[in-house]
DNA sequence: CTCATCATGTAAGGAGTTACATGATTGG
DNA sequence: CCAATCATGTAACTCCTTACATGATGAG
């Protein structure tokens, strides 16, 4: 049910299109949650439905349309609750610890190519995270620039302190994953 | 799709009855990958099906049955080849990690409660992992130790080993959000 | 005899994945 | 005029969740 949230997160900052929600989502939180379009379109839809989000058709070129979506009061409504309320935490599925408990299954090529791509995977969000904090740190974002934009000067602190550290843990468990899977490749030469 | 692996990973070891694959599960690998019994069940009867695991109907008592279950030559190339293939990583999708980054959007009492909400988690799983790290080193883990028992003395070690670098990461994970967590209430302070 | 535990599920629904489908507009 | 990108989906499927359902056996 997270998506929604993330969903509402961006639009609360100001109307989009799906399309163009789904290209900010993609830069901003697509990274700790991600969502195809294949989903934001239908989510969008339902929280129409809801009554939680609005839809404008608008006219693009000749035939062309758009629909631009805005928040009611009920969809912000529904984001501060979310917010107030405590988090659902999702019962732990961890394929590469599942893996790594069994890695004497593993041909000893196999186990050393699970590490590396496991550091290559984690590198890849590690890059992720710290360009987002760059960007959080630098005020280069152009989704966390408009939203500082409505936001009180009192609040802009605030705002900004917590995104960093948000992606600040993102950045720290991306390092702990590689010097695991580091100590795994060492642990493999140990073990001849 | 790896629950199926995780069940394999326990079945190898020897033969179990659905009920008591499912009390296992819970002990050892659910650690690292929950299922219910609503799940495994069925995925038992897909996975016979396909061939991997063969149930065997014992009679018990006057009328009561029950089904115990034993891995196919199949079913052990599956896991074989599954361990040796590459691992298909999850998109990121973290509800704690969103919530944090909009922090400013909770009351400062919900953002106090969402972070010790956090630390309970979290060391709940620390020392579900501790526990596992424990019996593992000091082989009282019984499904260890029934495995050991099916392993060859050269073997053992690395058996040993892995299991025990899979936990110890577990456990840094666990600390790290721990420790996150609790720099974000200093942060909450500081902030006022 | 009764309660804990053994034993095995089904049913309905939500969330997410992958692949496919279609057409409009704008810039070069 | 042609390619990139704008724009919005559907369909089929797997996986997981939650709740419910049912009955047998063994220990005291």
Redesign the pocket.
Known sequence: ????YALLAILRVGPL???????QFAQSVGHV???????I??????MERDGLIE?E????????????YHVTPEGDRAFVDWMNSPL?Y??V?DPAHLRAAYLESASPDAARRFLHDHIAEWEGELEQWRGELTHIEALTNPMLVRRLQVTADDERERTIAFKRFAYEGLVERALAEIAWARRGLKLLDELG
Request: charged share 40%; aromatic share 10%.
């Open positions: 049910m997270s998506l929604r299109s799906g399309y163009d929600l789904q290209k949650w991600y969502a195809p379009d294949s989903q379109y239908p989510e969008l839809r339902k839809g058709e608008q006219v693009r070129g000749e035939r062309g349309v758009r629909r631009v659902e999702q019962r599925r």
